[in-house]
């Protein structure tokens, strides 16, 4: 890792070469156990300074215009592209990632800030009649202020960027607290933004906040000074940042858990089905929110459908994920392993039959086969998303019995069909169709462009992020009448004389 730190410029960095006020964090790799290196820890103190710093460059940040605004987060997005193997080889070491994963999602962070470039030329309001003679009703966006952004160690880049960049074209700074399994990557990340709008003259617009919890995590989402807080977790963290921002009548923004469906039709392609299933199955070891956690089959094709899935999860290597030729790597964690192993035991218990996988890998590493579990109805534990590589296979007669069993779950982020018929693709698509945020036919539930906007219903959240319009997310709202008159008009024809 040093040679890799040293080409991003960051060995002989403040946070990596001193104590921090609440101690150190030791970042280590989880494909193979071992110490990569430590980062300081910042306390309530240094996160007031990174606010008040936050707060005071807003001031003049909400006054540049946004075309300009746009050009530093293109220099961003530059500078991240010059460096995404480098970034992606951090990503590699710190979470596991293979490789073409890590570069895929720092080039994410260079696509959102394309998209937003081109945003700053067209962020606008509408103009309205106006009932009274004289007058007109305009619609203006403005910026809301520091936005804290909460990020999951899966996507130590891209969430990031997702907010950040969208942010910044909006007028808001930032205020990044990542979570602790990806600190490596946080700190090479916002050095390079921080350094980029400094030399354009708006330092401050990018805060970086690294510590616990307890110490920064609860005092960020108190924080009155923040409008907005974007927090990517689990279901149970955003039950606790919602309640609290709410407290304050502040703002969430919140992307949580997903415990995603495949249907898979009896004319489906089932070639095409099994690819996208299994990657979207074991992709980043099955640690994404978009991971396709539940495969609901007819009954007609299912044992077809099984025996290709289970070929492949055979042929899946697994290792370091800097290895050639591996396609899985670890999980982030021992403790990630632990509740893997549980959940497949738990499956058992409820009457699953494990086809493949489910085991940990001895060694060096946080290593586990990834697992299907069949069964002939769905299981209790199947409603709650594992976050590793867990998949479950169950039978289905109709289409409405497998929307039903898609949407029983408390999650809604992302759903797919697999499908050759018109009537269940737009079946699957229509108002009564998946209840989640996202839904795609022919296409795994993993893997979203920059385009769309990013998001699930229910217990995922009701967030979005990226493209369409979750900018206004980041911006208030602002209605204006202007009158040209010379006289006091009322609507509703009210007169007051």
Known sequence: MEPVLKKLGLSDHARLGRDGPSGRHTAVNPSTGEAIASFALDDAA?????????????????????????????????????????????????????????????????????????????????????????????????????????????????????????????????????????????????????RIAGEMGHAGVFELIIGTDDEIGERLIADRRLPLVSATGSCRMGRRVGAVVAGRLGRCLLELGGNNAAIVEPDADLDLAAKNIVFGAVGTAGQRCTSTRRVLAHESIIDELAERMVRAYRSISIGDARAPGVLVGPLISPA??????????????????????GEKIEGAGNFVRPAIVRSSRPLEVSSEETFGPLTYLVPYATLDEALATQNSVTQGLSSAIFTSGLEASERFVSASGSDCGIANVNAGTSGAEIGGAFGGEKDTGGGREAGSDSWKAYMRRQTSTISHSSDMELAQGIRFE
Not at 55 to 83: C, D, H, L, N, Y
Not at 87 to 107: H, M
Not at 343 to 350: D, F, G, L, P, Y
Request: hydrophobic share 45%; proline share 5%; charged share 25%.
């Open 336 to 357: 990630a392993v632990d509740t893997f192993l549980s959940a497949v035991e738990t499956a058992r218990s409820q009457g699953g039959d494990v086809l493949v996988g």
């Open 46 to 194: 240094a996160y007031d300074a990174a606010v008040e710093r936050s707060a005071e460059a807003f001031k003049k940040w909400r006054e540049t215009p946004a075309p300009e605004r746009g050009q530093v987060v293109r220099a961003i997005g530059e500078e991240m592209r010059s460096k995404l193997d480098l970034l992606g080889e951090v990503i590699s070491v710190e979470v596991g990632k293979i490789p073409a994963e890590g570069r895929g999602e720092v080039q994410e962070t260079v696509d959102i800030a394309e998209y937003a470039v081109g945003l700053s030329r067209m962020i606008g309001g509408r103009t309205l009649p106006s009932e009274r003679p004289k007058h007109r009703l305009m619609e203006s966006w403005h910026p809301l202020g520091p936005v804290g952004v909460i990020t999951a160690f899966n996507f130590p880049n891209a969430v990031w960027g997702w907010n950040a960049m969208v942010a910044a074209v909006c007028g808001d700074t930032v205020i990044w607290k990542p979570s602790l399994a990806a600190g490596l990557t946080a700190i090479a990340t916002h050095d390079i933004a921080e």
